[in-house]
């Protein structure tokens, strides 16, 4: 799946730019997607979409600020598998739902599980805050950009996605 975006980067007349940021934030972006969307495959897929339409294009107007618009845009079209997600359900009965490989539910402990679990039944916009604060490290100041909120509601939003995931988390099994 990765090797149609080298494919792309490397490809005649694409700037060394992309090439570099691919190398360099691939991972990160596809783990940031991995925590809002719930599932490496679809993950992969975004990042590699959102490389797509950055290739597309290039020059962005204020290229000092590319790794912000990837973020923004891996997020966005995050919220999109979502939606997506959400409408398909409407149509596929639960049961029929696929459940996690063995060999991931192998690779996460039990705790990894939980936290997981927990974090994903917090509103879409907490669980981004969360994961863009603790998971990326970002500043507020720099989280409020990403989703087009304001400081303030990014640190309210946080500090309540934290008391919502503590007292999941200290519920009793």
């Keep these: 799946m990765t090797n149609h975006i080298v494919a792309l980067v490397q490809s005649e007349g ?13 991972v990160g972006l596809v783990r940031l997607a991995v925590l809002v969307v719930d599932d490496p495959e679809s993950a992969e897929d975004v990042v590699q979409e959102v490389f797509t339409e950055l290739y597309r294009k290039w020059p962005l107007d204020d290229s000092a600020k590319v790794l912000g618009y990837l973020r923004t845009a891996v997020l966005n079209r995050s919220r999109s598998v ?46 981004e805050v969360l994961v863009l604060r603790y998971y990326l490290d970002l500043p507020y100041a720099e989280i409020a950009q990403t989703l087009g909120i304001s400081e303030s509601t990014a640190r309210a939003t946080s500090s309540r996605a934290l008391a919502a995931l503590t007292k999941k988390l200290k519920e009793p099994r």
Excluded: F, K, M, N
């Excluded at 992309?18 to 360099?24: A, T």
């Excluded at 359900?89 to 639960?94: D, W």
């Design 14 to 26: 694409t700037p060394v730019a992309i090439s570099e940021l691919y190398r360099q934030h691939w």
């Design 82 to 127: 979502l939606r997506r997600r959400r409408v398909a359900r409407l149509y596929i009965p639960p049961s029929a739902r696929s459940g996690d490989s063995a060999e991931s539910a192998a690779e996460l402990g039990e705790s990894r599980r939980e936290v997981q679990r927990a974090l994903q039944a917090l509103p879409i916009r907490s669980r």
